[in-house]
């Protein structure tokens, strides 16, 4: 992928922080995770973690896949700060299967100089079963923040990748007042073959989001894109939620990916919950079809 400062989005904001420039400690966070199939339980077998990204041990609490280890990433930096440059690295190993979240929303803030950025690469080997499945990303007013998730996986391998954006802090008044969002995902094969790419550049200050075709009415945006082998994403597609609901403010649809990759789904709500129920409809068809258990009951709390 193309490196960040030559982002022809990002040339505005290459002024250093004058708090803590870039690169400075607490400033560039590193997470390494490894996940491997031993005795037919995966186990998290490789971890590194440079602060302010940090995990705990892998626990197992969902009853209907008591071998599958769940990880939740942890920020003890209170959100994602001007000048943070965070990397996430994940294998999963052949026949192995995790579940990958976040503690809780996170928060890009304020800023006033420079950008964040967040690199994701992300290794899904033969067999292997992996969701990837975070809380919402709220920017805060006059965020830059880029993310870049490079996705290599093997046939036969599954991937659910979720991603929720909201539109700002909703109740203080901060809807669409960012500068910049660039999200770029892309998605290959081990042997370097494409198998598709897709890249997102947010400007408010270029474009209103408020016209038909882009936010509209709503104000929360939400992707799952599932990759597997063809005789599974079938089925899902046929199954997958879609349409316009005004009354309970959602819009949804499904596509299929290039390369016969797998499926993507979109929703746009008023509120975050509503994209995130739609995509819990849409987990709850991959889990049903390609593991035959189901997912696991909302909390309140979730």
Known sequence: MTPLHLLPELAPYQDEPPQLPTGSPGKVAELRLGFEQRHGKTILADLYRRAPLIVHRAIYFDEQLPDMPCVFIISNAGGILQGDRNTI????????MAHLTTQSATKVQEMDANFASQVQNIV??????????????????HTRFVTQTSITISP????????VMMGGRKHHGELFEFD???STLRAQ??????????KLIIDPS????????????????????????????DPIFEKAPFGFNREERWAAGTSRLPNNAGLIFK?????TYIARNKIREFWKLVRRQILDVDILKQYSWH
């Open 124 to 141: 899904v080997q033969e067999g292997a079963y992996f969701e990837y499945i975070p809380h919402p990303v709220i920017p805060h007013r």
């Open 206 to 233: 270029q474009q209103n989001l408020r016209q038909a075709g882009i936010m509209g009415e709503f104000d929360v945006f939400g992707t799952a894109i599932l990759l597997t082998d063809k005789h599974h994403f």
């Open 189 to 198: 094969r081990p042997g370097g073959a494409e198998l598709f790419t897709e």
């Open 89 to 96: 690295q994940v294998t999963v190993g052949a026949g192995a």
């Open 267 to 271: 929703v746009l709500s008023a509120e």
């Open 180 to 182: 910049v969002v660039s």
């Open 156 to 163: 036969g391998a599954t991937l659910l990748y979720a991603e």
